[in-house]
C-alpha cells in the first residue's frame, strides 16, 4: 500500500516538509561514508532554512497548548487510562517548555558556528566544497564515522525541540483520523468539509495500481484526480471508477 498525504492549511504544509527533512537527516546520519554526512549537512541547510519562517515557533506552541487542553479535559474520566493520559502530557509539556526557552531562531546556530556557515555558503557554488576550497572541511570528513556522527549532533543539538514538536503534533493528527472507503467515479473525486475543522488529508490504495493523484484541498473541500504515468514520465488522466481508502485527521 501506499500513503499521499496532502496538508489542509500552510502550517500543516511546513510540519509535513520539517518530518520529511529531518527523517532523511537521520537516514544519512546513520550512515558511514564522508559522502552520505556530507549530504546530511546540506539537509540541515535545508531544514534551517523551513525553519526560518517567522511564526513557526509561534503556531507550534499554540498547537502544543491546544493539544495539551484537549487532553487535560480527559481527566476523570473512567473510559481513559491515566497512566497513558499522564505519558501524551508529558511529552506536549516537554515539548512546550524545549521550544519556549529557546530564545533564538531555529537557524541561528549555523551562523555562530565558522565551519557550519562557511559550508552553507560552499555549498551554493557548484563543486564549492572540494579540499583546495575547504581543507578544515576535508580533515573533518577523515575523521571516524563515530566521530562525525558525534558532531553533527552536537551541533545541530538546537533543532532537536523543533522535532520532537513536530513529530508529536503529526502523530497526533494521524492518530485523530477519521477513515473511510471512498469512490471515485471517471478518476475524478470531490468533498465538501466542515470549515477549519480538518488539518490533513491521507489517501491509501495499492502501489501496484501504478496510479498518480493529483490532489488540491483547503478547509472547505478536497479534491483528487487519479492518473497514470505514461512510457515517458507525463500524467494521463484516468478515466476508470475506483475505490480508496481516505482518512480526514484534525
Not at 58 to 86: C, I, M, T, W
Not at 104 to 124: K, P, Y
Not at 223 to 234: A, I, L, T, Y
Request: aromatic share 10%; with cysteine.
Amino acid at each position: 500500500m501506499i500513503v499521499y498525504e496532502h496538508p489542509l492549511n500552510e502550517r500543516v504544509r511546513t510540519y509535513l516538509r520539517l518530518e520529511y527533512l529531518f527523517r532523511r537527516f537521520e537516514w544519512l546520519l546513520g550512515r558511514e561514508n564522508p559522502i552520505e554526512h556530507h549530504f546530511c549537512f546540506s539537509t540541515v541547510f535545508e531544514i534551517a532554512e523551513v525553519a526560518s519562517r517567522a511564526d513557526l515557533k509561534s503556531d507550534l506552541l499554540k498547537d502544543l497548548e491546544r493539544h495539551k487542553q484537549q487532553f487535560l479535559s480527559y481527566r476523570g474520566n473512567p473510559a481513559v487510562a491515566e497512566a497513558v493520559l499522564d505519558e501524551w502530557l508529558n511529552n506536549l509539556e516537554s515539548c512546550y517548555d524545549g521550544l519556549h526557552s529557546n530564545a533564538v531562531r531555529f537557524g541561528n546556530f549555523i551562523n555562530e558556528h565558522e565551519l557550519l556557515s562557511n559550508l552553507r555558503n560552499r555549498m551554493s557554488i557548484p563543486g564549492g566544497t572540494c579540499g583546495f576550497d575547504m581543507p578544515l572541511y576535508l580533515a573533518w570528513q577523515h575523521k571516524s564515522a563515530e566521530d562525525r556522527r558525534e558532531d553533527v549532533l552536537r551541533w545541530t543539538e538546537p533543532l532537536q525541540h523543533l522535532y520532537a514538536s513536530v513529530n508529536l503534533l503529526l502523530r497526533l493528527s494521524r492518530d485523530s483520523a477519521q477513515s473511510q472507503m471512498v469512490s471515485a467515479v471517471a478518476g475524478q473525486f470531490q468533498q465538501n468539509l466542515s470549515q477549519g475543522r480538518y488539518q490533513l488529508m491521507r489517501l491509501r490504495f495499492p502501489a501496484a495500481s501504478n496510479m498518480v493523484p493529483e490532489i488540491s484541498g483547503n478547509r472547505m473541500m478536497v479534491s483528487v484526480r487519479f492518473n497514470r504515468p505514461d512510457d515517458q514520465g507525463r500524467l494521463q488522466p484516468c478515466s476508470d471508477d475506483l475505490s480508496f481508502e481516505m482518512a480526514l485527521c484534525t
